[in-house]
Structures are given as structure tokens and as C-alpha cells.
């Protein structure tokens, strides 16, 4: 179902903004075994789409590119899993609802689509049910779904530390051109955590871009994902991929998350777009995307 199919076709929609970790730093481990995480995180312009409708019963639909790799995922699905908890705290007034969902970004690739989905599922049906829940009941439900789903909810650059919950807006973050590039190779994440040469590294620092001092993109420079050399001992290709990218231009790269999506900064918009452009002639079979991430001030 194209986005403008979607849109015609159901009364409320919403944006899974891929979520794009500019920096993520690893400063400790819990007793329980989630690790402590410092993260630069802002949101691009591309990403899945759902939308929402009143039906007589529960009903959900795939479309878009990566739509088959989730058909018959059944109860682990994050949207149902997200319609679900929403409704067990809303009670009988949440009526029966057609979703659907336009999964245009790859499965478990490190820029939080299933997350993001389980997000603009809690935005959607709030919308649709014409239903208002504190935000500490929101956030509290987000963090149930997953830890990266409290800052997909937000969908706007911020800083969030611990396991992801404590969440921090960054309204001086400029937008930026972007490529995204994922070889469509599935990277583990618990195995890119086990071969973490130290879990206790430096935290993450942004004092000189909040002061004024230095640019954004000097500060990101600076920071980096602890995750991307174990990652690339795992997946040669994301090496490859930051080769790619370089060579055609970007001003900085970085693999997001634990994988296996790395992204690009470039100049413009136009630069962006001819790098994808040409990534996508070499390797046909990847995913490659040419997007703007939001500001801070939008």
C-alpha cells in the first residue's frame, strides 16, 4: 500500500521516524545485565508509516519493502504488543481497530524500527480512541515495550542515559543531510555487547555545542559508538560500508546502534541524494536511503 494509499485509506496515520543514534557511548553494566548507555539520538524523515482505523475487530496489515519479514510474527509483534498495553490500561473504551503497517525500514537494523512502530502505534490509537494518559503513564508504558521506545515516543533529538529512560531534549541540534546504508545483514546484538573490549568508557560529553563553542558536527566527531568495532569484527561490510560513504563525499560516518545501519553526514541535501545515488549502483541489493534528520528546534 503506497504512503498516499495509506493516508486515503485510514482515518488516523502516523510516522516511524528512523531513530539514528549519533553517538552511543557504553559507561557501565547493572547488576541485572542491561548496560548503562550515554546517547546522542536524533530522528530522520524516513521511516514507516501506520495507520489506524475503527473496525468491527482487531485486524492488522503489512505493506512496503520489508513488510514479509514480519508476516506471521503473531503476539511478539511490537505494534500489537503496543495496542494491547495501551488498551489494557484504557479499558472498554478502546474499540476494535484495523492497523496497518507500511514497513519500509529494514527488521533489526539499529535504527529503532520496531520501536519506532510500537511509538506511533501508542501516538496513533491515542489519537484514534480520543484518549489522554499522563506522561509519566505514556513513558512508563513506552519502557514496557522496550527501552528504546520512551525516545522514539518523543521522536525529536535528545540525550538519553541509563538504559535508555532518562531522556533529555536537545533543542540546539541542527538538521542534517544523510545517507543510510545497511547491507541487509542481520548483526547480533547480545554478541556485539559480549565482545565489548570495556564496558566502563568515558561518558558522553556535548558541553562545547550546548556552550556555543563548537560545532555540532565537531562535538559528534568526537563522540563515538562503542558498539561499531565489535560490530565490525562480526560484519566486515560495515567497514565497507563507511569506505563507501567516505569516499563519496561525507563529512563524517558512523554505524548507528549496534548495527548494522551506518550513516553518512554530507554537506547538502543534493550531495546526499547523488552519494545514494550511486551507493545503491554498486550495491543494488542494500538498503540505501538518502533522508534529513529533524532539528531540534522544529
Not at 489519537?127 to 509519566?136: D, F
Not at 541540534?173 to 545517507?179: G, I, K, Q, W
Not at 556555543?212 to 565490525?232: F, H, K, Q, T, Y
Request: net charge negative; proline share 6%.
Amino acid at each position: 500500500m503506497p504512503e498516499e494509499g495509506l493516508a486515503e485509506a485510514f482515518g488516523v496515520t502516523e510516522a516511524a521516524r528512523a531513530k539514528i543514534n549519533l553517538a552511543l557511548h557504553v559507561t557501565g553494566q547493572r547488576p541485572d545485565g542491561y548496560h548503562l548507555l550515554d546517547m546522542l539520538v536524533t530522528f530522520a524523515d524516513c521511516g514507516d508509516r501506520l495507520g489506524f482505523l475503527p473496525s468491527q475487530a482487531d485486524a492488522f496489515t503489512l505493506s512496503g519493502r520489508f513488510g514479509e519479514t514480519l508476516a506471521g510474527d503473531g503476539g511478539t509483534n511490537l505494534v500489537l504488543r503496543a495496542r494491547d498495553l495501551l488498551r489494557e490500561e484504557l479499558g472498554a473504551l478502546a474499540f476494535p481497530v484495523h492497523i496497518h503497517l507500511e514497513k519500509n525500514l529494514p527488521v533489526a537494523s539499529g535504527i529503532g524500527g520496531g520501536s519506532a512502530d510500537a511509538a506511533a502505534t501508542l501516538r496513533g490509537l491515542m489519537r484514534l480512541w480520543g484518549m489522554t494518559l499522563p506522561v509519566e503513564t505514556l513513558a512508563g508504558l513506552a519502557l514496557k515495550l522496550g527501552a528504546d521506545v520512551p525516545m522514539c515516543f518523543e521522536s525529536r533529538p535528545l540525550v538519553a542515559r541509563g538504559i535508555g529512560e532518562q531522556i533529555e531534549a536537545v533543542p540546539g541540534l541542527p538538521a542534517f543531510a544523510m545517507v543510510l546504508a545497511n547491507p541487509l545483514k542481520g548483526v547480533s546484538t547480545p554478541e556485539v555487547f559480549r565482545r565489548l573490549a570495556a564496558k566502563n568508557n568515558p561518558a558522553l560529553s556535548l558541553a562545547p555545542a550546548l556552550a556555543g563553542s563548537a560545532d555540532w558536527l565537531d562535538v559528534i566527531a568526537a563522540a563515538r559508538n562503542d558498539l561499531e568495532p565489535p560490530a565490525r569484527e562480526i560484519l566486515p561490510e560495515i567497514s565497507e560500508i563507511a569506505a563507501i560513504l567516505q569516499a563519496r563525499g561525507a563529512l563524517l560516518t558512523r554505524m548507528s546502534g549496534s548495527g548494522a545501519t551506518c550513516f553518512g553526514i554530507f554537506a547538502t541535501m543534493a550531495a546526499a541524494q547523488e552519494a545514494a545515488a550511486a551507493l545503491h549502483g554498486e550495491r543494488p541489493g542494500w538498503y540505501v536511503q538518502a533522508t534529513e534528520t529533524v532539528s531540534g528546534g522544529r
